[in-house]
């Protein structure tokens, strides 16, 4: 059984910065802080959701968890190692163990590719099998996403965005991975199929014993999936609960606010609270809490010192000054 309390992946004050540069000397004149400090673990078989707006550091979040992206500073602790600056052979062994799904189907499969071929490319890769064996695999592999084996011979172009999916799913399971970023799966799909890849990356969790770092922008997806959650917001976690103290107590502004964009069947069950303004840029994040600007209930504090996570009670933490104890 896997032990949902050992974490699987920690996270410690993740750092990604772009550096934005000027003329042509390339003068630095500043950085783009997509990721900023942040915090979390996941435990083996779990699945943590991260949600957020658009443009809030989730996609790079994922990306430098699998090292596609150099992390500026903090650490990445896997099974227990440092795998912050491991060498490029180390990394290879990694890639095995994490795997990453893409929002977009379509863009994450080699059109000149057969799915059959996609998915026993990472097989290729790494020199597992002989011809017959990842045949086999694929057999396995396409029963269980739900795909036929004929399929196999056929081009991304003849098949749906669900089945592409599917695909990039069956891709992603290969190697026998122990944790997924799924970014975004199913935001590219029509509402009617979200559902059903939805229900089949929950049955291959519960066959496999994977954690998923489940990345959308969606509430209502990542309460459909995810039992722990973190909300981020410009580069930051601003708060992080488990999925049902989330729903009923959010503490943060951010999250209530959210929250309340998600329509509910009971009328006047929530009240609405609107997000005024735009999402600041993370070239220049306000000075204090970085949601001030946009926050009914900024304080004087808000404007000068950045709150830091804190718990405030069992397993639920948050980053704001109306919850400092
Ligand atoms: P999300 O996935 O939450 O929509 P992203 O991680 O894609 O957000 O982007 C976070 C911020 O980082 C955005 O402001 C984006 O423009 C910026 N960004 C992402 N990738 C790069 C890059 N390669 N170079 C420069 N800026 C980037
Ligand atoms: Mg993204």
Redesign the pocket.
């Known amino acids: 059984m896997p032990d949902k309390d050992k974490p699987l992946l920690e996270v410690k004050e993740l750092k990604?910065y772009?550096p934005?540069t000027a003329g042509i000397t390339s003068r630095h004149i500043g950085d783009?802080?997509?990721?900023d400090g942040v915090s979390f673990s996941v435990g083996e078989g779990e699945s943590l959701g991260l949600v957020?707006?658009?443009?809030?550091?989730?996609?790079?979040?994922?990306?430098t968890i699998l090292r596609l992206?150099e992390p500026t500073g903090g650490k990445i602790i896997y099974k227990g190692t440092d795998i912050t600056t491991l060498d490029k052979k180390a990394l290879r062994q990694l890639r095995k163990e994490i795997q990453i799904i893409f929002q977009d189907p379509e863009a994450s499969l080699d059109p000149r590719m057969t799915i059959g071929q996609s998915i026993c490319e990472p097989l290729v890769i790494h020199n597992i099998g002989d011809d017959r064996e990842r045949e086999e695999m694929l057999v396995w592999l396409l029963e269980k996403v739900g795909l036929e084996p004929n399929q196999a011979s056929l081009y991304p172009h003849e098949l749906s965005g669900g089945q592409k999916q599917r695909v990039g799913i069956a891709r992603a399971l290969a190697l026998n991975p122990k944790l997924i970023v799924a970014?975004?799966p199913v935001s590219a799909l029509d509402v009617s199929i979200q559902a059903q890849i939805l229900n089949l990356m929950l049955d291959i969790q519960n066959q496999m014993g994977l954690s998923y770092l489940f990345?959308a922008?969606d509430l209502s997806v990542i309460k459909y999936v995810a039992r722990r959650i973190a909300v981020?917001y410009l580069?930051k976690i601003v708060e992080l609960a488990e999925r049902e103290a989330l729903f009923g107590n959010p503490l943060h502004p951010y999250t209530e606010a959210l929250l309340s964009s998600v329509p509910t069947l009971i009328p006047g069950a929530r009240k609405r609270v609107l997000l005024i303004g735009e999402v600041p840029?993370?070239?220049n994040p306000p000075p204090g809490c970085r949601f001030h600007p946009r926050c009914p209930h900024v304080m004087p504090a808000c404007r000068q010192e950045e709150p830091a996570l804190i718990e405030v009670s069992q397993g639920h933490s948050v980053a704001c000054h109306l919850h400092r104890s």
């Not at 783009?32 to 990721?35: E, N, S």
């Not at 957020?52 to 990306?63: D, P, Q």
């Open positions: 990604k772009y934005l783009i802080k997509a990721v957020g707006e658009s443009g809030c550091g989730k996609s790079t979040l994922g990306k992206e970014d975004e990345i922008h981020m580069g840029s993370p070239l």
